[in-house]
Nanobody
Framework: VQLQASGGGLVQAGGSLRLSCTATGMITSVFNANVMAWYHQAPGKQRELVASVSLRGPTTYSDSVKGRFTISRDNSRKKVYLQMNSLKPEDTGVYFC????????WGQGTLVTVSS
């Protein structure tokens, strides 16, 4: 199973990005059985879960992104998305998608850099 995240880049504070993730090699029934999530690893810090979404849509968010980020999933395509609005410099870091709880294979993630 590969969890391929994309969509990162350099953006000014207040801007937006949309991250995408594809669960390659994961059969649909397994994807649907898992809560999927986005994790953020800021420079020099531990990875932390920032948003999760279950099969039928209930979502959770960390306090740091609540009201600014929106997670969604397309079960037929085995994709997970993270719409990031009102970005702040502290949102800078590598974003990974994985299940919650996470699989051992994290993938490379996608780098988001927010300039002030």
């Amino acid at each position: 199973v590969q969890l391929q995240a994309s969509g990162g880049g350099l953006v000014q504070a207040g801007g937006s990005l949309r991250l995408s993730c594809t669960a390659t090699g994961m059969i649909t029934s397994v994807f649907n059985a898992n809560v999927m999530a986005w994790y953020h690893q800021a420079p020099g810090k531990q990875r932390e879960l920032v948003a999760s979404v279950s099969l039928r849509g209930p979502t959770t968010y960390s306090d740091s992104v609540k009201g600014r980020f929106t997670i969604s999933r397309d079960n037929s395509r085995k994709k997970v998305y993270l719409q990031m609005n009102s970005l702040k410099p502290e949102d800078t870091g590598v974003y990974f998608c994985n299940s919650d709880p996470p699989l051992d294979n994290w993938g490379q993630g996608t780098l988001v850099t927010v300039s002030s």
